[in-house]
Structures are given as C-alpha cells and as structure tokens.
C-alpha cells in the first residue's frame, strides 16, 4: 500500500469495502488513508473484517490480503478470511429519501470550493452495514468527481469532516464519474437525488463573493447553473491550467505585444469555454492549446477588473504613472516633509527616490534612519527637524533644491562619515550654485540654515571657492543645507558680505547678525567678538568701504580673523578662567575640561 | 481460553480513558466477537501507538491475554511501563432524570444477563460531546455483555459506546470510581448480590 499505486487500490478497496464494514470505521479508514496511515487503515480493516468472518468475493479478499500483507498488520487475512464467494449485487437497499432535510442543507451549506467539479447525490441506506452498524436509515453522500482534483479518499474524508462538524451523520463515497464502480454504489445512485452539481470551472470565485445559502435542491441546481453561466474558468478548477496561464502572462509582460483586437476577440469566446461539455472540461490542458488567449483572460480575470491582461502589460506608462503616486505619498512622510510639491522639474528627477528607497530596509545599521544621524552630529536640536519655515518658502523654492534637500539626509545617513564629502565638496558646491541663487534672491533662509543661505547672495556665487580656506569644515555644512545647527557654525566664517543681506532669525545671539546692509558691519563686529571670535571675519572689514565682494579681500579678511582667532583664543584661555561671556566652545572647553594640566594650552595650538 | 478472555477484558476495562473511545470499543467488541487474532494483532500495536503505559499488573494481564492469540513478542516487550495508571481529567454528571430508549434497551438486556447486580449511567464531559457511559457491575462473561450494550447503544446512535462492566466487588480503577459517583442508577438486583462468582482482582 506505500507503493505508487497505493493510492488507487486503497481507493478501490475501501470503495469495495463499503457496506462490509460500519461505516464509521469505513469513514476512520478513509481517514487514515487521507492523512498516510495506510497501514493503520489496512490493520482495522482486516482485524475487523477478519474478526467478523466476513465473506468476500475474490477480489475484495485477495485486495485485503495483499494490503494487510503490504502494511505488515500481522494478520494474514488469506489464511484467516473465510474462503471467497462471488456475489450477483449488493444485498444492501437504499432510497432517496426526503428531498429537504438536514444532511441536504448541511451539503448545501458545504464551500462551493469543496464541492468544485463536483455532482452531489443524497440516498439513504435502510439495511445495517458491518457487524456494529449504527442507526437506519444511514444518509450516504455520493459525490462524482468529473475531474480528479485531488485525492478521492481527501476529499472524502474532508467532506465527512465538514458534515461531522455540521452535526451530521452520514457516510460519503467518492465516485470517478464514468468509472466502474461496486454494486452497493451503483445500487445507490439508482436510488439517490441529486443535491447540488457544479462544473469544472464555475465556482471557485462563487466561493469567495458567494456563499451558497440553503436551498431545495433544485433551486439550488439552477443556481449553479446560473454561477456556471457567469463565472470564469478559474485556475482552481483546473491546477494544470495555471502554469500555462501564467507562462502566457509573463510573456505577455515581457513582450506586451498582446493588440488589444485579440483580447477582445478572446472575451468574446469566454462563454464558450465555459459552457463547455464535462467531457470536454477534462481535457482542460489541451483547451489552453488551442486557446491561447484564455490564459489572458483568465489572469485579466483574476484581477479583478474586466480588462485584459494586455491592457495592464505596458510598462512604461503604467510606471509613469504609478512612480509619482508612491513618491507623492512618500513627500507627505516627515521624512520628506522639506520637499517641495511635486511640479514638472521634480519630476523629471523623481527616479532618484527608487534607489533611496531601498537605502533604508537595505541598511545594515538599524539606528540609521534618515534624521537620526543629523541630530546626533549636530547636537540635540530639536528644533531644526520640522522646519516649518521651509514649507511657507518651498512655493517658490525650485524643485531642485528641494530635492536636493529631500534626498540629500538619506545619502549622508549612509555616510556618516564626512571625508567623502569633503572629496566631492568643490564639484557639488558649484553644481548647486544655481539652485541657491533664487533662496538668495528671496533673501531668506528657508532651510533655516544660516550658514548656507547666508552665502547664498544674489550675486555672489564666489563664496563657495572663499570658503575653500576652511574647507575642512565648511564642506560638510555646505553639503547638507537642511541642517541648521551646522550652519550656525558655518556663520563664523562667513564673510561680512555674506552675513549682512541674510535676514537672520535664529534665535541664537552669535548668529545673528544685523540685517542692515553697509552699516552693520561696525555693529555686526562687536556683538560677535564680545560673543567669540567667529564672526570675528565679518568683523574685520570695519571701515564700509573696505567691504566690497571681491574674492582677495574677503581672504584677506578671512586670514586675519583667523590671525585674531588665534590670539583670542590664547587670550582667552590664559584669562577663560574669569571669562564669563566665554563662547561655548571655548568657555565650555575651558570650564569643563582640566586638560590644560597634562596639556598646556599654548603648547596645544 | 476463559482466562484469556477474561484477563483481556479487565485490561480494556482498566484502558477506560486511556484509550480512545473509536478504539476501545472496537477492541472490546472483538474481544466479545471472539476475534483474538485480531486482538493479539491489534492491542499490542495500539498500545505503542497511542503510548499507553501499563503497570507491572496490567502487563500481566495483557501477556496472559494476547500472548496465545498470536501477539509478536518483540511487541510486548515495546510496550511501556508505568508505575501508576494515568488517571484521566474528566468528569461525570448523572445526567437527566429520563430515561431514553438507549437506556431502556440496556436495562432491558442487562436484567436477564445472570450475575449482573447494577446499572449505572453516566455522562462523561470532557471532549467535544459528552460521552454516555453505562456501568454495569457483576456480569458473567462480562466481556460478551459489553460487547452487546455496545452494538445496542450503536444502534441507538452511539458511536463510541463506552459500556464498564465490573466486578461486583473490591476496588476499581480512578476513572470508574468517579463514574460510578457521577452517575445514576438505573436499576439494582438485590436478590443478585450473593452468588456473584467474579470478583475484582485489581487494585486501581
């Protein structure tokens, strides 16, 4: 019985068996066969049939030897067995019985999608079965399959369940139709109503949208005829219909050459391979030869529209379409909340997104989602994350830089470190030149960045090469206009021509500097020098007319901050002690650090 | 022969809740059928399968059961042991005050079974559905009337009957003692009572 051909013969004895033995050890014998114990099921049956002395025609008889035999029960049911006797028939009788009972509802109740490919017959067995049998009449389900879906014994045994757990008792026998079956089954369709009938097909989708309500059974007939009628050849119906299928998708996909003229022309034949004969319904592999559009139809179907696959294959536009959606939805997370609404010239760079995407699931360090390496370099500024002002400026803001704005977080959570940036800082600084014209042009800061709008004056596209002085440091807050705090520092180093026109907002006192044009530079100078020699370079030009735009004065101011950074610096540290209007940097270093013990300050310059 | 029998017959009744019910019934019906092959073939088998462990009495009684009936050696010496009887977490309610026609078939049969003193019934809870159990005590050839109240109570539409028929003396097992408190009267021979032949020989 564990041989290839276990399966049939235990099919057709148990089949065999029907009748010989209770029918609830028949049922328990199914289901063993249906779960594998084949040898299990063998064992009952011999001991019981062994144990009854039963009388079996020769074939029956030698089928149990040869299973008992196969399953090593330790019965030798040949030797044990009453010796075999042909039979003319079944002494067994049945009758239909009511037509609406409970055994028929319960069957009506069954998912459609047990019962697919299937024709239900209800009779009711009035002679006892097996040497316990249980009370009569005894409800027989019989159920022919058209086309072998699954296993019979399964199925049989799944229906039992689903009747058991209905509350009905009753046994159920699984028939190939056109086979030859016994004559205790044949006996029984002779007296047996039809319950419910579906064709291969029909009904796997009534499954789901539909359930089956309790019906007579002939109302019930018609609506299956009438769900047959409206339902799509599914794959369910058919397993060796779906590879096809999808074989013919994918090279529809591939080749989206399918015209549209055949795709109807296909709809048009969907009723005809749905009415198609049972006869024919088995031959479900060949049909998909000789349509090949029924493929299609069927993938068009599964998705729910009404169209064919051909309608949804071509990718290019489907993906126009679609990428923006997701890139849309994706400007409305916090992430991206800097972009700016999607217009024509985004757009065109909208691809971008794709390959950030990934970034984030793909990224090996789990605490590097975009904003959290920014906050964690730059310090506990909370405050700069949702930068509200950058929503009132991003209507008139180019797209470009918005982007840039938008992608360039992720890019530096994946490089954390900033040596790279500093390598590609030159190129990417005079590729974004343009883009920050126009935010110098409204004059404001709406990255709230001080340190790179303020650069960004109308006509000065100079300040970028200036900076290279410092590029140590600048580059990296250059890189990444969204953070705040690093432009805060940048400030330090800008030029006076550069900090003057910013409006600046900040509610820090060092960084803000006098928003009056030619005359704040005086008054630019002392605020800052008193608060630390940063913006000691904006401080330097003190007279208005040593201020122009010119790229040698501005590093001749820029040097001789630093010059005086220096002795500040010095300064300070000797008398940083009782320097109580102290930077942070310095006064913090200075109040918080002994260093100076181990290591002098002097000597540490 | 006899003893076979017999000794086979206060094996499956101390299985009682060890044992499935679609199984034990089976069993005890051929034990009443008389099919031992069956028996030495099958109860050995099932034991391992469903890893039911017999104490060193209940060992006893199954070699002297199922040994001449052709069980396999090598399976009788698989079977585990057990120091105790696992006592099974079920519980029993006397049931309704009527007495259906299921019940009236037993009484029927079981007064003109000789030696039998009592019966009792019971309903098991525990599973899916509560189990009817009928409890006979004192019974000649105790395993021939089981089998027949279970074939009775089948027809009636039992599907597992679980029918105990004890001893009229000494102590039963954990699980009867508990269905014979849980459970109703259904009628009693007082004039039964002495002569009775069998007794219990386990202990529980």
């Known amino acids: ?605 | 022969m006899t003893q076979a029998e017999q000794a086979c017959h206060d094996l499956l009744v101390r299985l009682a809740g060890r044992l499935p019910d679609e199984l034990l019934w089976r069993l005890r019906d051929w034990l009443a059928a008389g099919g031992h092959i069956a028996l030495g073939a099958m109860l050995p088998r099932e034991l391992l399968r469903h890893r039911v462990g017999l104490t060193d009495e209940e060992r006893e009684l199954l070699v002297a059961a199922v040994a001449g009936w052709g069980a396999s050696q090598r399976l009788l010496d698989a079977v585990l042991p057990a120091h105790a009887a696992d006592e099974p977490d079920v519980t029993f309610r006397p049931g309704a005050d009527g007495v259906d026609q299921a019940a009236l078939s037993v009484l029927a049969v079981v007064r003109g079974h000789p030696g039998a003193v009592e019966l009792r019934q019971g309903w098991r809870s525990g599973g899916r559905h509560e189990q009817r159990i009928v409890l006979v005590l004192g019974a000649e050839r105790p395993w021939t009337l089981t089998g027949t109240l279970q074939r009775l109570l089948r027809v009636h539409g039992d599907r597992t009957p679980c029918v105990e028929v004890l001893p009229p003396h000494g102590e039963p097992p954990a699980y009867h003692q508990a269905a014979i408190i849980g459970s109703a009267q259904l009628w009693r021979s007082t004039a039964a009572l002495v002569g009775t032949t069998t007794s219990w020989t386990g202990g529980g």
């Open chain 1, 1 to 605: 019985m564990e041989n290839e051909t276990a399966p049939d013969a235990t099919h057709q004895l148990l089949l065999a068996l029907a009748g010989r033995v209770d029918d609830d050890l028949l049922a328990w014998a199914r289901e063993l066969v249906a779960v594998g114990e084949h040898a299990h099921a063998a064992e009952l049956l011999t001991a019981s049939l062994v144990t009854d002395r039963a009388v079996l025609p020769e074939p029956v008889r030698a089928g149990l030897a040869d299973a008992a035999r196969a399953a090593h029960t330790g019965l030798d049911a040949a030797a044990t067995l009453p010796p075999a006797r042909p039979e003319d028939g079944t002494a067994h009788r049945f009758e239909p019985g009511p037509a609406a009972d409970a055994v028929s509802a319960a069957l009506l109740a069954l998912p459609v999608r047990q019962l697919q490919g299937c024709r239900v017959l209800l009779t009711r067995r009035v002679t006892p079965a097996g040497s316990a049998p249980g009370p009569l009449p005894h409800p027989v389900v019989l159920v022919e399959v058209e086309v072998r879906t699954c296993p019979t014994d399964v199925l049989a045994y799944q229906l039992a369940v689903a009747l058991d757990r209905a509350g009905v008792r009753a046994s159920v026998e699984v028939l190939i139709a056109g086979a030859t079956v016994p004559a205790y089954h044949a006996e029984a369709l002779r007296n047996a109503h039809p319950i419910r009938s579906f064709e291969i097909g029909d009904s796997f989708l009534a499954a789901a949208d539909t359930p089956v309500a309790p019906a007579p059974p002939a109302v019930e007939n018609a609506q299956a005829a009438a769900i047959a009628d409206s339902r799509v050849p599914t794959r369910a119906a058919n397993p060796e219909l779906a590879e096809p299928r999808r074989r013919k998708r994918f090279q529809q996909v591939a080749g989206s050459a399918q015209p549209a003229a055949a795709t109807s022309a296909s709809n048009e034949q969907l009723p005809n391979t749905r009415r198609r004969s049972p006869a024919r319904a088995q031959t479900d592999d060949s049909l998909t030869t000789h349509m090949p559009n029924l493929a299609e139809l069927i993938a068009a179907t599964e998705d729910g529209t009404g169209q064919t696959a051909a309608t949804e294959v071509p990718a290019a536009p489907h993906r126009a379409t679609r990428i923006p959606t997701v890139r849309s939805s994706a400007a409305e997370a916090p992430v991206a909340a800097a972009s700016v609404p999607a217009d024509s010239l985004g757009r065109d760079d909208r691809p971008l997104a794709p390959p950030r995407r990934p970034a984030g699931p793909l990224n090996a360090h789990p605490a590097l989602p975009s904003p959290s390496p920014r906050l964690r370099r730059c310090g506990p500024v909370p405050a700069d994350r949702p930068p509200l002002p950058i929503t009132e400026s991003t209507v008139v803001q180019p797209a470009a830089s918005a982007r840039f704005d938008a992608i360039e977080p992720a890019r530096r959570d994946q490089e954390p470190l900033p040596a790279p940036e500093h390598g590609r800082w030159p190129a990417s600084a005079h590729a974004r030149t343009p883009t920050f014209t126009p935010l110098a042009e409204l004059q404001t800061d709406p990255f709230g960045i001080t340190g790179v709008a303020q650069a960004a004056e109308p006509g000065v596209a100079p300040p970028v090469p200036a900076e290279d002085i410092c590029s140590h440091r600048l580059p990296t807050e250059k890189e990444r206009p969204p953070t705040r705090p690093v432009g805060r520092r940048a400030a330090r180093h800008r030029s006076a021509g550069e900090t003057e026109e910013i409006p600046r907002t900040v509610d820090h006192p060092e960084d803000a500097p006098p928003a009056s044009g030619a005359v704040a530079p005086d008054e630019a100078a002392r605020p800052t020098t008193e608060a630390e020699g940063v913006p000691e370079t904006a401080a330097e030009p003190s007279d208005p007319s040593l201020r122009p735009e010119s790229l040698a004065r501005m590093l001749l101011a820029r040097l001789q901050g630093e010059l005086l950074e220096g002795r500040r610096l010095r300064v300070s540290r000797r008398a940083g002690i009782a320097d109580g209007s102290a930077p942070n940097r310095s006064g913090g270093r200075k109040s918080v650090v002994p260093r100076p013990r181990g290591n002098p300050p002097d000597s540490a310059d």
